[in-house]
């Protein structure tokens, strides 16, 4: 069975700083999908970023980008130039490429953005 | 685009009663919706997944007969819990995934969930 593990229970950085969320996961599977989701205090989950796992390049959107290191399954976050509004919650989730199309989520981080 | 509305947004029964919580897709359709349950500083905990037009399949643990889930329509899921309890209290999210026309779907697309408090 997969399993997604977020080690770190709660991370704070800086305004403008540069913050690295944890993620790894263990699966027998070679193809997959990985996001992160951010879930502010209005509780509303967003996408964040995807990544394929077929895939070598990392993803990135904007100020996020991940590292992702298939063969460590290692899914890491890093968010720069940190931003107030980017407090909230952050979940890593894992996805297989058929069958259900259900996710398996990690505990999440709490990310606090000090001014 | 891509958008899930849930409805009520928070709901107050009382212990014994039903209460439905529903799930919309308002501009895609989706085939597969998701039932969530989340408690306060924890993650999200998959309650079932819901199919258009067939049984929902619960995950291991989850009282099917307590929470009845209906996908009427290819926008449209319920989730109806039965006889609430105070126990039942929680946040229910409701996700979708949209198919491309190759049928084939990535992420999933969340409501923004519904606070349910029974007393």
């Known amino acids: 069975a997969q399993t997604v593990t977020q080690s770190q229970p709660e991370m704070s950085v800086q305004e403008a700083e540069t913050v690295t969320l944890s993620c790894t996961y263990d699966?027998?599977?070679?193809?997959?999908?990985l996001f992160w989701y951010k879930q502010p205090p209005s509780r509303q989950m967003i996408l964040v970023i995807r990544q394929e796992a077929y895939k070598q390049q990392n993803a990135t959107e904007n100020r996020f980008s991940v590292n992702f290191q298939k063969a460590a399954k290692s899914f890491s976050l890093k968010i720069s130039d940190s931003q107030l509004g980017d407090a909230a919650m952050y979940f890593c989730?894992?996805?297989?490429?058929?069958?259900?199309?259900?996710?398996?989520f990690g505990t999440g981080t709490r990310l606090k953005v000090l001014a | 685009g891509a958008v899930v509305s849930q409805h009520p947004s928070w709901v107050i029964c009382k212990s014994g009663t039903s209460v439905k919580i529903e799930c919309r897709s308002l501009?895609?359709?989706?085939?597969?919706m998701f039932w969530y349950r989340q408690f306060p500083k924890q993650s999200l905990m998959l309650m079932a997944t819901?199919?258009?037009?067939?049984?929902?399949?619960?995950e291991q643990g989850v009282e099917k007969d307590k929470f009845l889930i209906n996908h009427a329509s290819l926008t449209l899921s319920t989730l109806t819990v039965t006889s609430a309890h105070p126990e039942d209290s929680s946040f229910y999210i409701c996700s979708a995934t949209p198919l491309d026309l190759a049928g084939f779907s990535y992420e999933q697309y969340f409501g923004p969930g519904t606070r349910l408090t029974v007393t």
């Open positions: 989730a894992y996805r297989r490429t058929s069958g259900t199309y259900k996710y398996i």
């Open positions: 819901s199919n258009e037009g067939s049984k929902a399949t619960y």
């Open positions: 501009d895609f359709q989706a085939t597969t």
């Open positions: 699966t027998s599977e070679s193809d997959y999908y």
